[in-house]
């Protein structure tokens, strides 16, 4: 084997070759790492024209550990120092990964908004060492080559690039500090809002559309990464990535020259890199040109309705958290009172040159808003003028829901346009929830004539079983209990018929367990829902109830009574049985089994005492007196669906408000049929708290009669 002499100039040039030989599958993955960030950019982009949201929000590109990876991956051309960097390809590629850095940094801005406090600045630290490594290596770079071969011909472009870098990360850092105090204030305005209209107890069930579009242009409007989206910093950032797909598409317009013959180190693969990297400028450029376009067009037809001075005022929420950083005491515990005084003091400084830093970034986003705002607004003019007759047409609707949009100081109201497409998104939503309507339930509840059900179903005449504690109860579980009797009974048509009848309950409970679960705040059904949700698996898909086969002839097969007592009797012995250990006296111990007993050994046990000389009593004719008993009581539990769905559209995390109310709007599409269905008599009126449990409904209404009729 012959020895390598890396003095000797064949040895040293294969030496070279053989070390170059991965440099193109690096450039794959190069390439490969911006085309995961490309893709996930214009996703962003397309849920943002899809939903007609212009600020396209952050859903799949955020600021996060993997797409701090996938960036870091990117930047393998500017950090490489090693690169001589002759060919045209090669250039055009350093320029392409510095824009496409900053490409990414605009679109993920909005994002901050979704996170923590510790994500804000683990994630932006991360992001501005990596983007300060990028600049130092350029820098590097530049001053070394710079007497080798023509590196005039990028260098001014390559400066420019790694300084809007360089802008964009020291705008975001400045922006985040600002986010606590925003969403502080956005969420006062919110509380007051939810106020006034929680002061407006009687809502009907026509008015909830009005009450979930004041909550969704709330919800919208003061988070879903829109307060930030709209702020004058992130329109800078859109300015600035304009501004830097320009330099990219001049520079790609130029030629370089260089008489050598060198090859990129990088081979076929670079102009992979430079394809990918240039489309992945221009998908990801459309959200932060698209954010300043829209402010700008909207801020060009405000122009002189105030000073210059006014225009370019920083208001208060911008420096208040860095006011109060610098203001407070020094944390540290310091005997030397000389020594507290200095880092009171180079604290102060230190505070002193960030709150004018971020002032001048303001100032200086403000001035970049008003200088394209005022080269927008001729031709904007005359496309209004166009356009006029149709904005005027639709003025009418915004007027009614301007005042629930949440704004900071400083800020102008919204264009009606965007207001017009968040109120239409309500729409959309109850449409999606429409399509969903529970059909064989609205048809099931037409049987019930009146809500007597809810007090036959477990009467105080009933005997208690051993150790049997007064419990909490829930509407779905008698529910689940009823069915699992009508499942065991002997019918005519039977599959056809007892399909169509779950299918009816199973919609009923869907409604039941969310209306429960809404207003059961404290938790206090918890596991009487889970013993709910344990009976109806079993009911639903393999007729048993507690591992017993309601079909079997163990439980059923003989007469309506014989199958109540078998029934009976199981629940019984499951009662017994688990209630042995002395610890589970306690009914907050009971497990799933003994409440899903008590609830059979008590319904079947009514249902006797009501029939004792009842002989002819058949299972078609119980059948359907027990369909009228469960749909009797679902109708007095839906007529709950009213407040649930105002409930839901009220969250107190801000980041959830969207979602919240989300649901809520698809609630009442889907909920629509069943509030169309007029109550055959009102329930007792309960407050919220009470409404989710059947026994105050059951103490109010006050049914005496225990049997069913």
């Keep these: ?77 500017p950090l490489d120092l090693t690169s001589f960097t002759i060919q045209d390809d090669d250039k055009l590629a350093r320029i392409s990964s510095l824009v496409f850095m900053s490409t990414a940094m605009a679109n993920f801005m909005t994002s901050l908004w979704s996170m923590t406090g510790n994500e804000i600045v683990l994630n932006l630290a991360a992001l501005a ?131 050598g013959k060198v090859s990129s180190n990088y081979k076929w693969s670079i102009k992979l890199i430079l394809l990918v990297q240039t489309i992945g400028v221009i998908v990801g450029g459309i959200a932060p040109v698209m954010r300043w376009f829209i402010v700008a067009r909207f801020k060009s037809s405000k122009i002189g309705h105030k000073s210059f001075k006014d225009e370019l005022k920083v208001e208060a929420y911008w420096n208040e958290r860095l006011v109060y950083w610098r203001d407070r005491s020094v944390p540290l515990q310091v005997g030397s009172h000389i020594l507290r005084k200095l880092v009171y ?9 960030c709150i004018g830093v971020q002032s001048a970034i303001v100032r200086a986003s403000k001035l970049a808003l008003l200088i394209s705002a005022t080269f927008l607004k001729v031709p904007l003019f005359c496309f209004h003028c166009i356009k006029k007759r149709g904005v005027e047409s639709s003025r009418g609707m915004e007027q009614d829901f301007s005042r629930y949009v949440l704004l900071l100081e400083g800020e102008s109201q919204l264009p ?35 809500f007597n059900g809810v007090g036959k179903f477990d009467p105080r005449e009933v005997l208690s079983l051993h150790f049997d504690q007064e419990t909490p109860n829930c509407w779905s579980l008698p529910v689940m209990t009823l069915t699992a009797i009508a499942v065991s009974l002997n019918i005519v048509d039977d599959n056809k018929r007892v399909n169509r009848f779950l299918s009816a309950v199973g919609e009923g ?22 013993a709910a949700d344990v009976v109806w698996v079993g009911v639903e898909f393999s ?28 629940a019984d012995d499951i009662f017994t049985t688990e209630m042995n250990d002395p610890l589970r006296q306690n009914p907050l111990y009971w497990p799933l089994k003994v409440i899903a007993a008590r609830s059979m050994y008590r319904v079947t046990q009514t249902i006797l005492l009501s029939h004792t000389n009842n002989d002819s009593l058949t299972d078609e004719a119980l059948f359907e007196r027990l369909s009228v008993m469960i749909s009797d009581i679902l109708a007095a539990c839906l007529t709950n669906l009213v407040p649930v769905v ?64």
């Design 1 to 77: 084997m012959h020895k390598m002499d890396l003095m000797r100039d064949e040895d040293s040039t294969a030496l070279h070759d053989k070390l170059d030989e991965p440099m193109p599958w690096i450039g794959l993955y190069i390439a490969t790492a911006s085309l995961v960030c490309t893709v996930a950019m214009a996703a962003d982009a397309s849920i943002g024209f899809r939903s007609k949201k212009l600020w396209f929000p952050c859903k799949y590109f955020t600021l996060n550990a993997f797409s701090l990876t996938l960036l870091a991956a990117t930047m393998k051309l």
């Design 129 to 259: 060492l990596l983007v300060i490594t990028v600049f130092g290596n350029v820098a590097v770079h530049i001053m070394h080559l710079l007497h080798f071969y023509d590196v005039h011909s990028i260098m001014e472009e390559q400066i420019v690039c790694a300084v809007f870098m360089l802008l964009l990360v020291l705008t975001s850092c400045f922006s985040a500090v600002m986010l606590p105090t925003a969403k502080r204030h956005i969420d006062l305005a919110y509380s007051e809002m939810h106020r006034k209209i929680s002061d407006n107890q009687l809502v009907t069930a026509g008015e909830l559309k009005t009450v979930v579009t004041r909550y969704w242009v709330m919800a919208e409007t003061g988070g879903s990464q829109f307060v930030i989206a709209r702020s004058v910093t992130c329109v800078a950032s859109g300015v600035m990535c304009l501004l830097m797909g320009l330099t990219l598409l001049h520079v790609e317009k130029r030629k370089f020259s260089y008489d």
């Design 345 to 353: 003091d180079a604290k102060r400084l230190l505070l002193n040159i």
């Design 416 to 450: 009606q346009k965007t207001l017009r497409n968040i109120c239409n998104e309500v729409d959309k939503l109850i449409q999606i929830g429409k399509k969903k309507q529970p059909k064989n339930l609205i048809d099931f509840l037409k049987e019930s004539a009146n």
């Design 509 to 530: 409970l869907y409604f039941a367990k969310l209306i429960e679960r809404t207003l059961d705040k404290n938790g206090d059904l918890t596991s009487i829902l889970h």
């Design 543 to 570: 007729r048993k109830w507690l591992d017993n086969d309601l079909r079997d002839a163990s439980v059923g097969g003989g007469s309506p009574n014989e199958t109540l007592q078998k029934l009976s009797r199981i």
């Design 646 to 709: 105002i409930l839901k559209c009220h969250s107190n995390v801000i980041e959830e408000r969207e979602e919240s109310v989300r649901g809520a709007a698809v609630l009442l599409g889907q909920s629509e049929g069943l509030l169309e269905i007029p109550p055959p008599r009102d329930l007792p009126s309960l407050d919220p708290i009470n409404a989710a449990y059947i026994k105050e409904c059951r103490a109010t209404m006050a049914l005496n009669p225990p049997g069913i009729e």
